[in-house]
């Protein structure tokens, strides 16, 4: 328990700082994978391009094939399987045990979190959403080590895919005309960067109050 980090902790205003962080943030991340996706490559690694893009494909359409969802009932099933198993499952072996044996490893707090995010990263192996999911995974090793608890960790994970999921199925159900990986881009530009402002404000927050638990 002590090792993982998931010791009881007493939020007060980190807990519900923390969702709003992660739900402010989705419109940045959304514009960086936007940025990520459009990465020209030389003309000598087309080969390793055209594969990498239909490894992407192929996990995009397995994702949607994943995640239809025709009543409230499929929601919460979709939620289950892609918020919450994940959310707990990543964050206790990236955050609880990765980052903590590669911080006792090199003894730098900063490089362990970075790396952890790295490969954290990597191993969802898709190229063309390499750099928001490596931001992701420095802003839940940073949470921990902010907050001392793997569950602030959790609930800025689980929130950040599950807003993801409502997001699809309001598209789904044709609330939304918008994808969820479209919102920030576009003509909606300047949410992403006015989300990136309200994020590191609250960050400011969440570091100074956890500090006084």
Known sequence: SEYLSSKSFSPSYVLPLTILSATILIPFTSLLASWNDAIPFPEWMSVIETALREQQKMLADMTTKLTVMNDLSGLFVVLFCIAVIPAICEEFFFRGFLQRFIQELTHKKHLAVWMTAAIFSAIHFEFFAFFPRLLL??????????????????AAHFTNNAVFVILMYLQQRGISGKEAEEFGTGDTLWVSYAALLLFLGLQWVIQRQAKKE
């Open 137 to 154: 995974g420095a802003w839940l090793g940073y949470l921990l080590l902010f907050t001392g608890s793997i569950w602030i960790s959790v």
